[in-house]
């Protein structure tokens, strides 16, 4: 059983910055590819960043630039640097834990939520 705990979110005004944390708490945190989605009122939830054990990322278009995912995988811990935000960016934002081996190919978990809200 893995649970995601995330810290971080709060109120920021554009142009701010703001990082979000997510830890890993389970077995065998490099099984897992390790994402961040955002739901904003009314819309579906969206993926905005992955990044695999190895550190290979990837980022929706909208974000590119402005965040950076990392992740420690000695301290079982995941992380969003947000920069740049805007108001657009304003949403709970949700961590992932995707299973990518054999053993844990088909468990996704997922992170409680933590608001992010983008005003001046």
């Known amino acids: 059983q893995v649970e995601l705990v995330e810290s971080g979110g709060g109120l920021v005004q554009p142009g701010g910055s703001l990082r979000l944390s997510c830890s890993f708490l389970?077995?065998?945190?490099?099984?897992?590819?390790m994402g961040w989605y955002r739901q904003a009122p009314g819309k579906q939830r969206e993926l905005v960043a992955q990044?695999?054990?190895?550190?290979?990322?990837n980022y929706v278009d909208s974000v590119k630039g402005r965040f950076t995912s990392s992740r420690d995988n000695a301290k079982n811990t995941v992380f969003l640097q947000m920069n740049s935000l805007k108001p657009e960016d304003t949403a709970v934002y949700y961590c992932?834990?995707?299973?990518?081996?054999?053993?844990?190919?088909?468990?996704?978990?997922w992170g409680q939520g933590t608001q992010v809200t983008v005003s001046s």
């Open positions: 992932n834990a995707l299973g990518n081996t054999i053993n844990t190919r088909g468990m996704v978990y």
């Open positions: 389970g077995n065998i945190f490099s099984a897992y590819v």
């Open positions: 990044i695999t054990s190895g550190g290979s990322t």
